[in-house]
C-alpha cells in the first residue's frame, strides 16, 4: 500500500503538539486494518491488531439507514453500496487518525486509505455523503468538503435533481410547480377557478417540501442539516419568497372570480328584467290587440244592430193592411168637340159630354 505525503508513518512518536492539541498515537499495529464488513456508508468494521474494531470515518456524514430511531435517509442505502464496493471483507487497508481517537459511542475515527484512494473524500466526491466537524477532529475536512463542492458542482448523487429524494430534486419539483402559476388576468369563472386551484396546488407542493426539509433539518438529521445549513439555504429562503408571491396571486385570482361571478349576476339580472319588460310589452300588445278586436267586433255588432233596428222600424212603420189596387183612371179623353156648339147631352157624373 502507498500512502500520502504528510500522513504520519507509523512508529513515529507517540504524540505530537500542535496549536495545543495533542495528536493521537499512530503505530505499526494500528495503522492497518483489513475489512470484516460495511456497516453503512461512513462506518465499516475492521480487524485491527488482532482486534475487531469499528471504525468511524472522520470528516464525512453519510444519510442514515442503520439508526433503529430514524428512518432511512434520502441516498443512504446507496452510500452503503458505494462504501461495500471500495472495501470488500479481507482487502487490506491503511488508517489515520487525528485528535480524538474515539467518539462517545467507542467508535475508532480516522481516515481510511485502500492504495491511492483516500475513502473519506471518494464518498463525498460521489455525491454520497457531507463534510462535517466534529471538533477537535478536523484534520480531513478541507479536503472531504472540496470532494463534496466536486460532487455538487457534477450533479452527483444528493445533489442531483433526477433523484426524487433528494433536496435539489424537491426544490425543483416546489419551483417548477410555482412557476407554472400564471399571472394572467382570467377572462371566464371557470378560468378563474382553475387558476386557483393551480396556485392552491403549487403552494401545497411548495409548503409540503418546505414542511419536509423543515421536520429533518429539526430532527438534526446530519446531512440535510448541513446541506440545508450550507448549500440550500438561500434556495429554501427564495422558495418561502416563491410560496408567498404564489399565494398572492391566488388571492388575485379570488378577487378575479369575485368581480366575474358579480358581472355575471348583473349580467342575468339585466337579462331577467329585459325577458321581463319584453314579456310585459308583448303581454300589454296582446292586451290592446284584443281590446281592439273586441272593440271592432263591438262596432259591427252594434252597426248590425243598427240596421236591424231600421229594419225592424220600416217593417212596424208601414199600414197594417194595403189596400186594394184601384185601376187607374184614365185621363180624361181631350174633347174633340171643342168647337161644338150645341146642345151637350152629360155622362153620368157630368163630367163628359157629348154632342146631342
Wanted: overall charge neutral; aromatic content about 6%; hydrophobic content about 35%.
Amino acid at each position: 500500500m502507498s500512502k500520502r505525503a504528510g500522513w504520519i508513518s507509523a512508529g513515529v512518536v507517540a504524540s505530537l503538539v500542535a496549536g495545543g492539541a495533542v495528536y493521537a498515537t499512530t503505530s505499526n499495529s494500528d495503522s492497518h486494518g483489513t475489512v470484516i464488513r460495511v456497516v453503512d456508508g461512513d462506518t465499516v468494521d475492521l480487524q485491527i491488531a488482532g482486534e475487531e474494531t469499528r471504525v468511524r470515518l472522520l470528516n464525512i456524514d453519510t444519510p442514515e439507514t442503520v439508526d433503529p430511531d430514524k428512518a432511512v435517509e434520502c441516498m443512504g442505502p446507496e452510500a452503503t453500496d458505494y462504501l461495500s464496493s471500495l472495501l470488500r471483507p479481507g482487502e487490506k487497508v491503511d488508517l489515520e487518525y487525528d485528535v480524538e481517537r474515539e467518539d462517545r459511542y467507542g467508535r475508532t475515527l480516522a481516515g481510511v486509505f485502500k492504495d491511492d484512494l483516500f475513502v473519506n473524500s471518494a464518498i463525498a466526491a460521489a455525491g454520497l455523503g457531507v463534510a462535517v466537524k466534529y471538533a477537535p477532529n478536523v484534520k480531513f475536512y478541507d479536503e472531504v468538503l472540496a470532494a463534496e463542492q466536486q460532487a455538487a458542482d457534477a450533479g452527483e448523487g444528493l445533489f442531483s435533481p433526477a433523484v426524487d429524494c433528494t433536496i435539489p430534486a424537491q426544490l425543483d419539483e416546489a419551483g417548477t410547480a410555482l412557476s407554472e402559476v400564471s399571472a394572467l388576468p382570467a377572462d371566464s369563472i371557470e378560468e378563474a377557478e382553475s387558476l386557483m386551484g393551480e396556485a392552491a396546488a403549487a403552494v401545497g407542493v411548495g409548503l409540503a417540501v418546505k414542511s419536509a426539509l423543515g421536520k429533518a433539518k429539526a430532527a438534526t438529521h446530519p446531512v440535510t442539516y448541513a446541506l440545508l445549513n450550507g448549500r440550500y439555504a438561500s434556495d429554501v429562503s427564495r422558495l418561502s419568497t416563491r410560496i408567498d408571491d404564489t399565494r398572492r396571486l391566488e388571492a388575485v385570482h379570488k378577487e378575479q372570480r369575485a368581480e366575474l361571478v358579480e358581472k355575471e349576476k348583473q349580467r342575468k339580472e339585466a337579462e331577467r328584467k329585459k325577458k321581463e319588460a319584453e314579456a310585459k310589452a308583448k303581454k300589454e300588445a296582446e292586451a290592446e290587440k284584443k281590446a281592439e278586436a273586441a272593440a271592432q267586433r263591438a262596432a259591427e255588432q252594434r252597426a248590425a244592430a243598427k240596421v236591424a233596428q231600421k229594419a225592424q222600424q220600416k217593417r212596424y212603420s208601414a199600414p197594417k193592411s194595403t189596400p186594394r189596387s184601384q185601376p187607374k183612371k184614365s185621363a180624361p179623353k181631350t174633347n174633340s168637340y171643342s168647337n161644338y156648339t150645341g146642345p151637350r147631352c152629360y155622362a153620368p157624373g157630368g163630367k163628359t159630354w157629348k154632342p146631342c
